[in-house]
């Protein structure tokens, strides 16, 4: 443990008085309420959009950096703008696939002490900038109809298992969830079947419809296509 997250954890078991409670809530408070406003404002008119998620440690060479860029190329040729964390990686492929497609190319950006910093291919007024996961989350999922999941680390399965207990509690329409790389995932699928499902019980049989599991662009695309035509909707950019 570093002496920055030790004195974090000191901080967070420091005694305060009830004015200095109060002015940190105050100010806090303000600050998750203006970052909901610039997302709301800025992606409220964006249309129909498609979330790709991913680790940002993956390199250009990696044959998932370039299968997000081919899916992300052919969303936007289709009329669907592009969603991600804004940073490298996956994020970065995305992103570019998106702007090879000349479609909108949007960056939902962290402050982070680490790895995270905005990719050059997200569109200059597309680019937000967020302090808080849940902040960031939020935008993720109300703006999008449609998420891919590429190979990543905990902050992928954050987002991924977000988006599918919003759809299972039907916070949120039953958007299409899309894993992809079938080696990648298979062991996770295979734990949610075998454990949660058979041997826990902890999800329902219906629950593994939730989700795809596809390994190139074509299946990714014609998933997120079916399901507009399914329901008689279409991009409108």
């Given at each position: 443990?570093?002496?920055?997250?030790e004195d974090?954890?000191?901080?967070?078991?420091?005694?305060?008085?009830?004015?200095?409670i109060?002015?940190?809530?105050?100010?806090?408070?303000?600050?998750?309420?203006?970052?909901?406003?610039?997302?709301?404002?800025?992606?409220?008119?964006?249309?129909?959009?498609?979330?790709?998620?991913?680790?940002?440690?993956?390199?250009?060479?990696?044959?998932?950096?370039?299968?997000?860029?081919?899916?992300?190329?052919?969303?936007?040729?289709?009329?669907?703008?592009?969603?991600?964390?804004?940073?490298?990686g996956?994020?970065?492929?995305?992103?570019?696939?998106?702007?090879?497609?000349?479609?909108?190319?949007?960056?939902?950006?962290?402050?982070?002490?680490?790895?995270?910093?905005?990719?050059?291919?997200?569109?200059?007024?597309?680019?937000?900038?967020?302090?808080?996961?849940?902040?960031?989350?939020?935008?993720?999922?109300?703006?999008?109809?449609g998420?891919?999941?590429m190979?990543?680390?905990?902050?992928?399965?954050?987002?991924?298992?977000?988006?599918?207990?919003?759809?299972?509690?039907?916070?949120?329409?039953?958007?299409?969830?899309i894993?992809?790389?079938?080696?990648?995932?298979?062991?996770?699928?295979?734990?949610?079947?075998?454990?949660?499902?058979?041997?826990?019980?902890?999800?329902?049989?219906?629950?593994?419809?939730?989700?795809?599991?596809?390994?190139?662009?074509?299946?990714?695309?014609?998933?997120?296509n079916?399901?507009?035509?399914?329901?008689?909707?279409?991009?409108?950019?």
């Amino acid at each position: 443990m570093t002496e920055n997250q030790e004195d974090k954890i000191r901080r967070a078991f420091a005694e305060k008085d009830w004015n200095e409670i109060k002015a940190g809530n105050s100010w806090q408070i303000f600050k998750i309420m203006s970052e909901f406003v610039e997302g709301f404002e800025k992606m409220t008119k964006i249309g129909p959009c498609v979330s790709i998620f991913g680790s940002a440690r993956t390199k250009p060479e990696n044959k998932y950096y370039q299968l997000a860029e081919e899916i992300a190329t052919r969303l936007t040729q289709e009329g669907y703008g592009v969603i991600t964390g804004g940073g490298p990686g996956i994020m970065e492929a995305a992103n570019k696939g998106a702007k090879v497609g000349k479609g909108k190319s949007v960056g939902l950006n962290i402050r982070l002490p680490f790895e995270q910093s905005s990719n050059p291919f997200v569109d200059l007024d597309k680019n937000l900038v967020f302090d808080y996961f849940f902040v960031r989350k939020t935008i993720f999922l109300k703006y999008s109809q449609g998420f891919i999941a590429m190979p990543g680390g905990f902050g992928t399965l954050d987002e991924l298992f977000e988006a599918l207990t919003l759809v299972q509690t039907s916070k949120i329409a039953h958007f299409p969830v899309i894993l992809v790389g079938s080696d990648y995932w298979g062991g996770l699928v295979d734990w949610i079947r075998k454990t949660m499902l058979e041997k826990e019980r902890n999800v329902s049989p219906e629950d593994l419809s939730l989700f795809h599991v596809v390994d190139t662009a074509d299946e990714a695309v014609k998933i997120i296509n079916d399901f507009y035509s399914h329901y008689l909707l279409k991009p409108n950019f």
